[in-house]
């Protein structure tokens, strides 16, 4: 549908006004997913009402993808780009990559568009991520169970990539996080334990007896966290490196099986 100039002025002082940062993009969105004023007005309410705009929308933008979102499930981040590109570099058709915590299915979705030809799981301990990611990855194999436990014993030494954006948020400052956060997604997406890392170290405790030789984890972590995170890396006899990118303000841990 279309906006008069003043009816678009007055959409955008209205979600600025609720603390929409992004007011002119999201009203420009929001109109155009509207077939008509009764449904853009629902919409908007929800959105003044601080759900996420994704979940307004029903889609997510990642990676130049659109892909569905679910109530409860974690949205992907714009600054998990940073864990798409690392991870995809080396990779190539035929390799076995694992998202884990999927959410949405996102990593593996973007992963999928960058390296064709790629035999792609995903798993999440999240019945509602599972259903969600199976809608967005219809030719992977997604797993419903913690960590690495629900994938098939033939993956074990044979996986390229683990690919994780697992949860790193202290449990004491998941109560900090926007509202669009811990108000919508399932805490089980965000809360990371005591120091935020403590389900990254499950994680990599059990990565090398799945990798290749050579393979690699790619997890996702918070700045002040990525010291720990290269520290479990290197207790599970992984070579650990850090890397950032402040455009994305994204950080990862790069973790690789020795050959």
Known sequence: MELSSADLAALVARLRAAGCVFAEEEAALLVAEAPGPAALERAVVRRVD???????????????L????????????????????????????????????????????????????LALHAVDVDPAAVSVARSNLPAAHVWEGDLLDPLPAHLRGRVALLAANTPYVPSE??????????????????????????????????????LAPGG?????????????TVDAARAAGLVAEVVTDDEVDGTVVVARRRP
């Open 50 to 64: 601080g759900e996420p705009l994704e979940l307004v929308l029903g889609w997510a933008e990642f990676c130049g």
């Open 216 to 228: 690699r984890v790619v997890v996702e972590t918070g700045r002040r966290q990525a010291a720990l």
């Open 66 to 117: 659109r892909l569905a979102v679910a109530p409860g499930v974690f949205v992907p981040r714009r600054r998990t780009e940073l864990l798409v590109r690392t991870g995809a570099a080396g990779l190539a058709a035929g390799d076995v990559v694992v998202d884990v915590g999927c959410g949405t299915g996102a990593v593996a979705a973007a992963l999928g568009a960058t390296v064709p030809g």
């Open 173 to 210: 400052e998941v109560a900090l996080m926007p509202r669009e956060a811990r108000d919508h997604e399932h805490r089980v997406a965000l809360d990371g334990g005591g120091d935020g890392v403590e389900v990254q170290r499950r994680l990599l405790v059990q990565a090398p007896t799945w």
